[in-house]
């Protein structure tokens, strides 16, 4: 069974940062681009970032540009997201994606003071 | 904005059958498969299609997939309150080098 499981969401002050985790399982991680995608509330889903298969090409919505990275551990099946700079707007659930594989249950982000 | 667009609603008797459109252009549809998800109300999107017609493993044959040109179509056949969901395309963009997401579908069973 395909798993995608987020964690290391939470509440952080605006400016503060945060590193999500995503933990795959059930299919061939390494074989597939991996992307996060977030949803703010009461809104359609957004694309965040995408990375290949062996971390030489990202790309990134331009709202979060220098701001976040993403990278990938093959080996131990495991994507990640490293927000820095948060501002209030990136409030939202966080989810892992695979357009081909599924979603994750998502990981909620509040950025507030 | 959206470069995808679809119809902000579609609804239908149970038993009966709903197509959502979803259209886009040379950039993307034109040039990329098209994946189809399922949002429940309160919970994560689902994945539903795949490659423009493939069902993931798991998803009823009531649900099927296509595209052509620079429009894709996802059709609900049999009906069920079950299916009351907001429904989104999503395919690359080659121009905006970006994942894009189509405007929403909100299916109502009447």
């Known amino acids: 069974e395909v798993q995608l499981v987020e964690s290391g969401g939470g509440l952080v002050q605006p400016g503060g940062s945060l590193k999500l985790v995503c933990a795959a399982s059930?299919?061939?991680?390494?074989?597939?681009?991996m992307s996060w995608v977030r949803q703010a509330p009461g809104k359609g889903p957004e694309w965040v970032a995408s990375i290949n298969q062996d971390e030489t090409v990202r790309y990134f919505v331009d709202s979060v540009k220098g701001r976040f990275t993403t990278s990938r551990d093959n080996a131990k099946d495991s994507l990640f997201l490293q927000m820095s700079s948060l501002r209030v707007d990136d409030t939202a659930i966080y989810y892992c994606?695979?357009?081909?594989?599924?979603w994750g249950q998502g990981t909620p982000v509040i950025v507030s003071s | 904005q959206s470069v995808l667009t679809q119809p902000p609603s579609v609804s239908a008797a149970p038993g009966q059958k709903v197509t959502i459109s979803c259209s886009g252009s040379?950039?993307?549809?034109?040039?990329?498969?098209v994946s189809w998800y399922q949002q429940l109300p309160g919970r994560a999107p689902k994945l539903l299609i795949y490659d423009s017609d493939k069902r993931l493993s798991g998803i009823p044959d009531r649900f099927s997939g296509s595209r052509s040109g620079t429009s894709a179509t996802l059709g609900i056949t049999g009906l069920q309150t079950g299916d009351e969901a907001d429904y989104y395309c999503?395919?690359?963009?080659?121009?905006?080098?970006?994942?894009?997401f189509g405007t929403g579908t909100e299916v109502a069973v009447l």
């Open positions: 994606f695979c357009p081909r594989v599924g």
């Open positions: 040379s950039s993307n549809i034109g040039n990329n498969v």
């Open positions: 999503g395919t690359w963009d080659n121009s905006l080098t970006t994942y894009v």
């Open positions: 059930g299919f061939n991680f390494s074989y597939y681009w």
